[in-house]
């Protein structure tokens, strides 16, 4: 499977600028719509029922990317484990969490480009979070935690049952799961036969049993290409609680 496309230079620019830059950098100016701007920050303020979590959670991102989400979840949580395949993506996070800025090239037309600084936000506790290299579907976790974001990866791995699969356990009973997903399936990233379709069905069908869901509702982005071309995705999110113990099925009373 190709993973390759999120080890390149265009792919960094562009999920940097997602996660990192200013309104006016990651939409059409000539079509501003702010309230499309900082979809990592909107997934953690709007996607979770932070009220009904413990007073200092833990959290996991599965396909952190270069880690916006991370440093959102660390304003509020105490630890922050966020894992991406990308070792360049990574890297930038990493960098970012050390030095709180770097500074990456931007495409423009053809091979041309400008070199922007991205930033940290005020406020963010960069120390509170983990990052690593590693696969969604096999990295093993020593601990379970108390809220999982999982944005955009489900059709972006060669097996989405199972990461589906293993959510359960990466949550403490009560904990909540936040998955987006735009569906978009190809089969570079997923073999034709593992595709969940249609995938929001398929997705309530295979977490409900140990997930309660919460909400449902879409989840828009903008991911710039160039001044030119920007891509408008509307990923499906759904919020879920881990259901206790005792309503899960398979139980000898049950
Ligand atoms: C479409 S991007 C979404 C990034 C980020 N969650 C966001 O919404 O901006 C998919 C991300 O998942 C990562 N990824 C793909 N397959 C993975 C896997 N098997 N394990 C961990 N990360 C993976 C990619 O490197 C990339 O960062």
């Not at 996607?47 to 916006?68: D, I, M, Q, Y």
């Not at 590693?134 to 990295?139: E, F, H, I, Q, R």
Request: hydrophobic share 40%.
């Amino acid at each position: 499977m190709n993973s390759a496309i999120y080890e390149t230079s265009p792919a960094l620019a562009q999920y940097l600028i997602l996660h990192y830059g200013p309104a006016e950098w990651q939409l059409p100016s000539s079509a501003p719509s702010p309230e499309l701007a900082h979809f990592p920050v909107r997934c953690v303020q709007e996607g979770f029922r932070w009220e009904e979590l413990p007073p200092h959670p833990t959290a996991l991102e599965l396909g952190c990317a270069v880690g916006r989400a991370c440093f959102e979840l660390s304003r509020r949580c105490r630890r922050v484990v966020g894992l991406d395949r990308s070792q360049t993506f990574l890297q930038s996070a990493r960098l970012l969490q050390e030095r709180g800025s770097i500074r990456c090239p931007v495409p423009l037309e053809g091979d041309q480009s400008v070199e922007w600084e991205f930033s940290l936000p005020a406020g963010v506790c960069p120390d509170r979070i983990e990052f690593r290299v590693g696969d969604a579907l096999s990295t093993p976790f020593e601990e379970s935690f108390d809220l999982v974001l999982a944005a955009n990866l489900l059709d972006r791995v060669p097996d989405p049952r199972a990461l589906l699969d293993r959510l359960p356990a990466l949550l403490h009973p009560g904990g909540q799961l936040l998955l987006t997903s735009p569906f978009s399936w190809l089969s570079e990233h997923t073999p034709r036969e593992r595709w969940l379709l249609p995938g929001s069905q398929q997705v309530a069908s295979l977490l409900l049993p140990h997930f309660t869901l919460l909400r449902k509702w879409d989840l828009p982005l903008v991911l710039r290409e160039h001044p030119r071309k920007f891509q408008w995705c509307l990923p499906e999110a759904t919020l879920w609680r881990k259901k206790p113990p005792s309503f899960l099925p398979n139980r000898e009373n049950a």
